[in-house]
């Protein structure tokens, strides 16, 4: 079944879905191969998720989806998974389908090399389809855990998830509980297969129901609007067991794209739209996608967020339907999308994330001013401080200067497990100038602190540039507590907020002076453009978490491992016990 190039095609019989699926991904591959297919020595494999170093901080995934009513649906969602590249690096996948035959490619690496040539891309056929990149949040970075996921029954489900899934283990125990009789078979360990299970167990459940219900023996043809009622009604199960973040696209194998998120609407998921003429007549296709900046290079325009709680289907015949899954439902969007995570480009549950970034520039100049400090220039620390800063100067009368000058060539770094290594690779990225530095009192400007290795570097370099004095200005409040709605983040040990007050930390970043937006003003700059937000989830800076209380045993796994579950690089632990070893690929 393994097609020539890595491509694997499937194709389901009208009526039994219970051929094994191949896929295109080979775990071998994950330890072995470079994405141009060259050899790469163990030792300098890209950092996963599970690597010490200092890593880029844009961790969460990207997800898009596509009804096109004719050609080939992969060029767009390689268009579109390429600008949304910035929300995941580790791995790419796509699947397309004319819902007769369904043709999957998913492996570690970046969109362009994994769909890396013309003859890569011919092989997905279909005018419809799906499409990830993947920074892992749970779970392991093996290529085994790259999506789309894939259940062969009932009705064949490929699913890609943005999000964290904070209750995993336990459905994870009720999914393979041995009491069960339609136990389910798990491959992996991650967060996303299990929510996929659970959903399709549900399906399952509903369909069997309505076989009772209807008193309907033996085989029978079920209308296309009952299968769709029983996949709604099954989503609402979904969402009652499910906690934590979920924004999700599948192809569903009889019934459609469809695309839902969260009760608490926390990750990102916006749907387009565009009109096409078929035989003279107008026609609507559709867009999913994490973040709207994908629709204009391909054609769509923005129709609106998909609501917390909602499941939109787009049927196979091209009609939208969508149903509510979730009562008491409450829009509680991540607030670091706004910060640092999403592209400037985007509008995001009918916020400007741009818009947004110069509100946080305006508010955090009321604070600089307050500080009462003398200086000569503001400078962000590109690339996302730059709207903070352009407003954040204009409210002060300061002059904007682009000081630092970033290396656009030097892509991920490489696993750097030791503190001199990681400052290196900041030096790597980032050069300040002296034609800029020399003599001034700077003030700089950055979305976010984290560990704090970026900012301890950039003072030094700007020291080192002739800076005579240093002030630093945060969009951002400390961040103290872990994020487990979708976004990797280190473990709070590593934060250079924890236990340490505002001046502590200013003499750590070696700084003359240190602020940070205050988290009131943070909140209070969403609010202001958008009214409708219940409350933004900003856990990591105020230790709220917006889905209700957080299993104790689940927080501390995650200090432990810097994250949900479990991060044994590359290692299979499924029900079919522990794996991986031989690099094999189980296929059922
Ligand atoms: O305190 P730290 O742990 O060093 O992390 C904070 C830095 O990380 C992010 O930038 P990053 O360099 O990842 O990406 P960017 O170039 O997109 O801003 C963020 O914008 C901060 O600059
Ligand atoms: N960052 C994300 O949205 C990741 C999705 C999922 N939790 C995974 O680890 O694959
Ligand atoms: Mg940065």
């Not at 020595?41 to 969460?60: D, E, F, M, N």
């Not at 898009?64 to 580790?90: C, N, P, S, V, W």
């Not at 091209?318 to 149903?323: D, P, Q, T």
């Not at 020399?438 to 020291?463: A, F, P």
Request: positive net charge.
């Amino acid at each position: 079944m393994m097609a020539k190039g890595g491509v694997s095609a499937y194709r389901p019989t009208r009526r039994a879905i219970a051929r094994p699926l191949v896929t295109a991904t080979s775990p071998s591959r994950f330890a072995r191969s470079s994405p141009g297919g060259g050899v790469v020595p163990p030792t300098l494999q890209p950092p996963s998720s599970g690597g010490a170093g200092r890593r880029q901080v844009k961790r969460k995934c990207g997800i898009i989806g596509i009804y096109k009513t004719q050609g080939a649906a992969a060029f767009e969602l390689y268009e579109g998974l390429l600008m949304l590249q910035h929300r995941g690096q580790d791995s790419a996948g796509m699947v397309t389908t004319d819902f007769e035959r369904f043709v999957e490619k998913k492996e570690n690496g970046l969109v362009k090399d994994v769909f890396h040539s013309k003859s890569v891309m011919d092989k997905l056929p279909g005018n419809v389809g799906i499409g990830h990149v993947r920074y892992p949040t749970a779970g392991t970075s093996s290529a085994l855990e790259a999506q789309p996921f894939f259940v062969n029954s009932p009705l064949g489900i490929f699913l890609i998830h943005n999000g964290n899934i904070t209750n995993t283990d336990k459905l994870r125990e009720r999914l393979q509980g041995s009491k069960s009789f339609f136990n389910r078979c798990l491959r992996t360990s991650s967060d996303s297969e299990v929510l996929l299970n659970v959903w399709a167990d549900a399906i399952h459940r509903a369909h069997q129901d309505h076989l009772k219900r209807n008193k309907i023996v033996g085989k029978q043809d079920i209308q296309k609007e009952v299968v769709t009622s029983i996949v709604f009604e099954a989503g609402k199960e979904m969402m009652q067991k499910v906690k934590g973040a979920y924004s999700c696209i599948a192809l569903v194998k009889g019934v459609g794209l469809v695309g839902f998120r969260d009760p608490n609407g926390i990750r990102p998921l916006v749907l387009g739209k565009r009109t096409t003429m078929v035989g003279g007549a107008p026609k609507d296709e559709y867009i999913f996608a994490s973040e709207d900046c994908a629709f204009g290079p391909i054609g769509y325009q923005r129709v609106r967020d998909v609501h917390p709680g909602e499941m939109i289907i787009i049927t196979e015949e091209g009609e939208m339907v969508s149903s509510m899954c979730a009562e008491n439902t409450k829009l509680n969007p991540c607030i670091f999308e706004y910060i640092y995570l999403a592209r400037p480009d985007s509008v995001l549950n009918d916020i400007s994330v741009y818009k947004f970034q110069l509100e946080l520039g305006r508010r955090l100049a009321n604070q600089v001013k307050e500080k009462g400090w003398d200086v000569d220039i503001a400078v962000p620390v590109p690339d996302g401080a730059r709207p903070i800063a352009i407003q954040l100067s204009a409210e002060l009368g300061l002059p904007y200067r682009e000081g630092l000058v970033k290396n656009r060539y030097v892509g991920r770094t490489f696993i750097m497990p030791e503190q001199h290594l990681r400052e290196l690779s900041v030096r790597r990225k980032l050069n300040a100038m002296s034609a800029v530095f020399k003599n001034q009192r700077v003030l700089l400007v950055d979305d976010s602190i984290i560990r704090g290795t970026t900012m301890t570097q950039i003072v030094e370099m700007v020291r080192s540039a002739g800076a005579k004095e240093v002030y630093l200005a945060s969009a951002s409040p400390p961040v103290r507590h872990p994020n487990v709605y979708g976004v990797d983040m280190p473990s709070t040990k590593e934060f250079i907020a924890t236990d340490q007050s505002v001046d502590d930390i200013r003499q750590a970043l070696g700084a003359d002076g240190l602020v940070y937006q205050d988290l009131e003003d943070l909140y209070g700059a969403g609010y202001s453009m958008n009214s409708d937000i219940d409350k933004f989830d900003g856990a990591c800076f105020d230790g709220k978490y917006v889905t209700g209380n957080i299993d104790s045993e689940y927080l501390k796994q995650l200090e432990i491992d810097g994250r949900g579950t479990d991060r044994r690089k590359g290692k299979l632990v499924s029900s079919l016990g522990e794996g991986d070893k031989s690099g094999v690929q189980f296929s059922m």
